[in-house]
């Protein structure tokens, strides 16, 4: 059977073509990561259905909830916009860390999600913000947060007839100070080894709010709030900001491939989430 490639004009038209045989269509926006997949034979869909003549999912505005970002916004977009430079830095600098430019230039923020890539920068960010994702189908929409959306390698809590429309990052606390560190083990266009995003709210010297997420080092992007919990209502000093690092690398399952071992990973963790910790507090944000 001849592989369909199906490019529907209007969102409605999309979630028709998805509700008739969601399991034997597969969505395609940028290409990036499908395009790989068939290539190496990894899926077997009988149809494509392309997302690249939908209008309206690719923009980028500010709300009373929090800022919206359409799922086809391009990681490129995401890295430049002003509005996501300003109140969401890490954000921004996550998304430019992503592969090269001719991948920034094709890939989709929501693509990045769906595809549900433990080696990818943008995950770990959006979990440490608390974001939430908007998954539609032809009954309606629903919103999941990002702690729920991701459940193993390459598995999230899409139902095979749903595809996001919206990432939704609420407003953040007061005097924060939020930063991503990737830290790869080889070339520079290479995918993270860890990832380890932080946000942090401070007032007179004391956390208010953390949030560390670590990803790239497990099987999906982790946060550990009994450890996040240390650090509220104290000042991040070097002896708080160890404990917490070791809390991580203790509490997070680490994993092994071509990047490095999972023991090489948990003394990244360690290391990287003090890093992070100690940016947040010296102000390098």
């Known amino acids: 059977m001849s592989l369909q490639f199906l490019q529907p004009q209007t969102l409605p038209e999309t979630l028709d073509l998805l509700g008739n045989d969601p399991d034997g269509s597969k969505i395609i926006a940028g290409g990036t990561a499908v395009v790989?997949?068939?290539?190496?034979?990894?899926i077997a869909p009988n149809r494509?259905?392309?997302?690249g003549r939908l209008a309206g999912l690719d923009t980028i505005h500010l709300a009373e909830d929090g800022l919206h970002i359409g799922s086809l916004t391009l990681l490129r977009q995401v890295a430049d916009s002003p509005i996501v430079r300003e109140h969401y830095p890490a954000l921004a600098q996550a998304s430019?860390?992503?592969g090269n430019v001719r991948i920034r230039n094709q890939a989709t923020l929501g693509g990045n999600l769906a595809e549900a890539d433990y080696a990818?920068?943008?995950p770990a960010v959006l979990l440490a913000l608390d974001a939430s994702?908007?998954?539609?189908?032809?009954?309606?929409?629903?919103?999941?947060?990002?702690?729920d959306f991701f459940l193993g390698f390459y598995t999230t809590a899409l139902e095979p007839d749903e595809l996001i429309t919206e990432i939704i990052v609420p407003p953040l606390p007061p005097n924060c100070r939020m930063t991503y560190l990737k830290y790869k083990s080889r070339s520079s266009e290479d995918r993270p080894c860890t990832g380890v995003a932080a946000v942090a709210a401070l007032a007179e010297g004391r956390c208010t709010n953390l949030r560390v997420a670590v990803g790239a080092a497990c099987e999906t992007p982790r946060r550990l709030p009994e450890i996040e919990n240390l650090g509220v209502g104290h000042s991040l000093t070097d002896e708080l900001m160890a404990d917490i690092a070791e809390g991580y690398a203790a509490g997070i399952e680490t994993l092994e491939?071509?990047?490095?071992?999972a023991w090489y990973r948990t003394e990244m963790v360690r290391v990287h989430v003090r890093r992070?910790?100690?940016e947040l507090g010296?102000?390098?944000w």
């Not at 790989?36 to 990894?42: D, E, F, S, V």
């Not at 494509?48 to 997302?51: A, E, G, K, M, V």
């Open 96 to 98: 430019a860390l992503v």
């Open 282 to 284: 010296d102000g390098r």
């Open 257 to 261: 491939d071509l990047r490095g071992s």
């Open 48 to 51: 494509l259905i392309s997302l």
């Open 276 to 278: 992070a910790l100690k």
């Open 133 to 147: 994702v908007v998954a539609t189908n032809v009954a309606g929409s629903r919103t999941i947060p990002l702690s």
């Open 36 to 42: 790989l997949m068939l290539q190496h034979k990894l």
């Open 120 to 122: 990818s920068d943008p």
